[in-house]
T-cell receptor
Framework: DTEVTQTPKHLVMGMTNKKSLKCEQHMGHRAMYWYKQKAKKPPELMFVYSYEKLSINESVPSRFSPECPNSSLLNLHLHALQPEDSALYLC???????????????FGPGTRLLVL | AQSVTQLGSHVSVSEGALVLLRCNYSSSVPPYLFWYVQYPNQGLQLLLKYTSAATLVKGINGFEAEFKKSETSFHLTKPSAHMSDAAEYFCAVSEDYGGSQGNLIFGKGTKLSVKP
């Protein structure tokens, strides 16, 4: 299994809703990432988990709440989002076999979120 | 801080022509550089990466890139374009947080169009 899966593929939610995005990998990777990608823009890092612990939070608003229940699963809980949060949310993972920035990140297909 | 600049937000080539996508980096330390491709409504797929082992890096789908320290460049090339190469291409540098994994800093992307 060499892929990162994300569910749902599409999500429409109101500003008062609570929803969650799910990301899963079975490659034994120990680092997992959430990125946000607005239309016609590059991905921007939101969170990084290393060994199931949050290691990087790029000053993301608290209406986004990440969770890493185990080494294969990464969630992003959404609450009280704004229309400007509409974007493609990408999950990625990397092995962490070698410490440092040279490792490849493997991306999932993303969840396209629309906030009304 | 490290960064990458992609010259040309849109490149158009004819099928069978040379593909050249430009990327220049800014880094005070030896960089780790990546090229990713994103097809419409999909996640990112790694094409190739530079980790200082060799200056000419061969990737998937016939792409290659050459690291030139004197020019601070890591341009992506393919000798003969196919229609299936039409996509968005991102150059990225991996920033070392001083921990155990890196943070990908993406360029703004170059959209490649291939004309029949």
């Amino acid at each position: 299994d060499t892929e990162v899966t994300q569910t749902p593929k599409h999500l429409v939610m109101g500003m008062t809703n609570k929803k969650s995005l799910k990301c899963e990998q079975h490659m034994g990777h120990r680092a997992m990432y959430w990125y946000k990608q607005k239309a016609k823009k590059p991905p921007e890092l939101m969170f990084v988990y290393s060994y199931e612990k949050l290691s990087i939070n790029e000053s993301v608003p608290s209406r986004f709440s990440p969770e890493c229940p185990n080494s294969s699963l990464l969630n992003l809980h959404l609450h009280a989002l704004q229309p400007e949060d509409s974007a493609l949310y990408l999950c990625a993972s990397s092995p962490m076999r070698v410490a440092g920035p040279q490792e490849t990140q493997y991306f999932g297909p993303g969840t396209r979120l629309l906030v009304l | 801080a490290q960064s990458v600049t992609q010259l040309g937000s849109h490149v158009s080539v004819s099928e069978g022509a040379l593909v050249l996508l430009r990327c220049n980096y800014s880094s005070s330390v030896p960089p780790y550089l990546f090229w990713y491709v994103q097809y419409p409504n999909q996640g990112l797929q790694l094409l190739l990466k530079y980790t200082s082992a060799a200056t000419l890096v061969k990737g998937i789908n016939g792409f290659e890139a050459e690291f030139k320290k004197s020019e601070t460049s890591f341009h992506l090339t393919k000798p003969s374009a196919h229609m299936s190469d039409a996509a968005e291409y991102f150059c990225a540098v991996s920033e070392d947080y001083g921990g155990s994994q890196g943070n990908l800093i993406f360029g703004k992307g170059t959209k490649l169009s291939v004309k029949p």
